[in-house]
């Protein structure tokens, strides 16, 4: 299927990559990487990545492109790191000319567009682009190597999450031959500040569990805008309530300003990724989040139900 993918940037003149909703180091490194790696091989392409991408990576990695539908309508569309259209933040997409996608979640068969490359078994969606690059001969600069590795780390967790570590290691020191500096990249992501160190304690002071072994936080935007936390980066501290003993699973239910739910599931064993997917989300077994428009008391207690079903029949 790289052949298939290939053909269709070698055919279109015009690129715009998409990323998924609430984006994450894997998803925009993903686009960052593809983006500068095809115009550097094809140096007459217009090639945009667009979408809110990671902020604080903007200045060392580059930032995010803003472009016209006009723009979308003339462009071959390729989606990273999520299933389908409807994942894609920016929903513009469906007006595209074409469309493929890279991805490593558990394929719900939801994307039928165009050829794709759905690689369940990568530690990250960058890892997916980084083997497309090489075995395509796309040239790698610094910047891009940078922007897989950040993708590899997060996504990992650091190397936590790996079952390939041979060859995980092997892509991180390839892209370190080519400039990237895993040092740079913690420097940022350990970057805090008293208000995310306040958020913290009230995580591990705030959170529910229930008897079967679910630990769940439910924030609301008011309590976000508190901590001057947007839902998107709330969510991303879900696993400061990870390994703690006893307790499987581990969601947070953040509220976003519209009045609907971003939730994300976490799980050291049984497979959570199925629960998303019945509330129509989705990602990968043992991590998946889901937006819910329209969120209810029922639909949460409902949920947290399904999760302790999980537990009992693990």
């Not at 929903?91 to 719900?108: L, T």
């Amino acid at each position: 299927m790289y052949k298939a993918i290939l053909e269709e940037i070698q055919k279109y003149d015009s690129i715009v990559i998409f990323g998924h909703t609430n984006p994450d180091g894997d998803c925009y490194g993903s686009q960052i990487a593809l983006r500068e790696s095809i115009k550097l091989t094809y140096p007459n392409k217009k090639v945009y990545a667009v979408g809110s991408g990671v902020k604080r990576f903007f200045k060392t990695i580059g930032e995010m492109d803003v472009i016209s539908e006009n723009v979308i309508e003339q462009s071959l569309a390729i989606l990273v790191d999520g299933n389908d259209i409807p994942r894609m933040e920016d929903q513009r997409v469906r007006k595209a000319k074409a469309f493929v996608k890279f991805d490593h979640h558990v394929d719900i068969g939801s994307f039928t567009e165009g050829p794709s490359i759905v690689r369940e078994d990568a530690t990250s969606c960058c890892e997916i682009i980084l083997d497309f690059l090489r075995d395509n001969h796309f040239m790698i600069n610094q910047t891009i190597a940078q922007a897989i590795l950040l993708g590899i780390i997060t996504d990992t967790a650091r190397f936590q999450f790996v079952e390939d570590f041979p060859k995980v290691f092997k892509d991180a020191s390839f892209l370190c031959d080519n400039g990237a500096d895993p040092n740079a990249l913690n420097a940022v992501l350990n970057l805090t500040n008293e208000r995310a160190a306040a958020f913290k304690g009230y995580v591990f002071s705030h959170y529910r569990k229930t008897q079967e072994g679910v630990l769940y936080l439910r924030l609301s935007y008011k309590q976000l805008k508190r901590f001057h936390l947007s839902p998107n980066a709330a969510s991303s501290y879900v696993n400061l309530l990870s390994n703690i003993q006893g307790y499987p699973i581990w969601v947070f239910f953040c509220e976003n300003e519209d009045g609907s739910l971003h939730i994300e599931f976490r799980s050291n064993g049984p497979a959570v990724q199925p629960v998303a997917a019945k509330y129509g989300g989705g990602g990968h077994a043992l991590a998946a989040g889901v937006t819910i428009v329209n969120p209810t008391d029922e639909i949460i207690a409902n949920i947290i139900e399904d999760l302790n079903n999980l537990i009992r029949t693990h």
